[in-house]
C-alpha cells in the first residue's frame, strides 16, 4: 500500500463518536440513545481465585452490581484449585478456554508465562464491547519497565486498545496496595474464614502448597494481619531461597533508595512479614 500514510489503516479513534453524532438525529427512536451507550459501560475484572482479583471483585462489586467476572482457562496445572476457590467465594463468573498455552510449563520461564497478561487483556477485550477491564496489579509489582505488568506495558496496551472497535480501557485500581494492606482490607470488610478460599498458589496439590513464591507473599500478608496461613510444607523451610533473596534484595533497594522492581512500601512490610513469620 504504498503511499498510504499508516493512519488510513487503522480504525479511527472516534470512531464510536463518529457514529453517535451521525445517529444523533431528532427522528432517533426513543430511548436509543440510552440503549447504546450501555455497552460503553462495560465493566470487566479478570478473576483466577487468588487474593489480589478477589480483592478487587468484591470491591468493585459494591459499586457496579453489573460488574461482570471472566475466567480464563489455559490448561493450567492449579485450574481445579481456582475454580474450587472461585466456588468457595462465590465469584459468579464467565470462563473464556483457550488451550493454545497448554504445555507452556516446559519452556523453563519458571512459574513465569511469558505474555500472558496481554494475551488474557486480548482475549476480554474481545468479548466486550468496549468499557473498562479491571486488572488486579498491586504495589511492587508493577516496575516502569519490563514484562507484561509493567506501567509501560499497560501504557503501550492502552494506547492499543483505544484504537479497537470497541474501545476498551485497562485500570489497576489495586496499584498502590500491597497484599498485607489487601488482608487488612479483607479483615475489616468479609468474613475472615473466607480469605483462607483465596488460592494463587502456583502448586497443583490442594491447599497452599508453602513452597512457592506466592504462597510466601501470601504467608507474608498474613504475618503483617496477625494470622497465620496454614502450608502443606512449613513456610520456613519451603520457602528459604526466596526469603534470602528478599532478605538480600531489599535491604539493598532501600539502601540505594532504587524501588524500580519493589516499591519501597513492599520491600518494608515484606521485611517486617519475614520477622514476624519467623516468630509464628
Ligand atoms: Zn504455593
Not at 36 to 64: A, M, P
Not at 182 to 198: F, G, R
Not at 255 to 270: A, L, V
Request: with cysteine.
Amino acid at each position: 500500500m504504498a503511499g498510504l500514510k499508516r493512519q488510513y489503516l487503522s480504525i479511527p479513534k472516534r470512531f464510536f463518536a463518529l457514529a453517535q453524532e451521525m445517529f444523533n438525529v431528532p427522528e432517533k427512536p426513543l430511548g436509543y440513545q440510552e440503549k447504546n451507550s450501555v455497552y460503553f459501560l462495560e465493566r470487566v475484572v479478570l478473576v483466577t481465585g487468588g487474593l489480589d482479583s478477589s480483592v478487587l471483585y468484591f470491591r468493585l462489586k459494591k459499586d457496579f452490581p453489573n460488574l461482570r467476572a471472566v475466567y480464563i482457562n489455559i490448561g493450567q496445572p492449579y485450574l481445579a484449585k481456582e475454580i474450587i476457590a472461585l466456588k468457595q467465594l462465590g465469584i459468579e463468573h464467565e470462563t473464556v478456554v483457550d488451550l493454545s498455552f497448554a504445555g507452556y510449563e516446559k519452556n523453563y520461564w519458571k512459574h513465569i508465562i511469558p505474555a500472558r497478561n496481554f494475551y488474557f487483556l486480548c482475549l476480554v477485550a474481545e468479548q466486550m464491547k468496549g468499557g473498562i477491564i479491571y486488572f488486579a496489579s498491586t504495589d511492587g509489582e508493577m516496575p516502569e519497565v519490563g514484562g507484561d505488568k509493567s506501567k509501560r506495558f499497560l501504557k503501550w496496551t492502552n494506547e492499543l486498545f483505544t484504537k479497537l472497535p470497541y474501545p476498551v480501557r485497562i485500570e489497576t485500581p489495586l496499584e498502590n496496595e500491597t497484599k498485607t494492606d489487601e488482608v487488612k482490607w479483607w479483615k475489616e470488610n468479609l468474613p475472615i474464614e473466607q480469605l483462607d478460599y483465596t488460592m494463587s498458589c502456583f502448586e497443583a496439590e490442594i491447599g497452599h502448597c508453602g513452597h512457592c513464591q506466592s504462597c510466601l507473599r501470601k504467608a507474608i500478608a498474613y504475618a503483617n494481619n496477625g494470622l497465620k496461613l496454614r502450608t502443606n510444607t512449613p513456610i520456613l523451610e519451603g520457602t528459604q531461597e526466596y526469603i534470602a533473596k528478599y532478605e538480600t534484595l531489599m535491604p539493598e533497594a532501600l539502601k540505594k533508595k532504587d524501588f524500580s522492581h519493589y516499591s519501597r512500601r513492599r520491600c518494608i512490610q515484606d521485611l517486617r512479614g519475614i520477622e514476624l513469620l519467623e516468630k509464628q
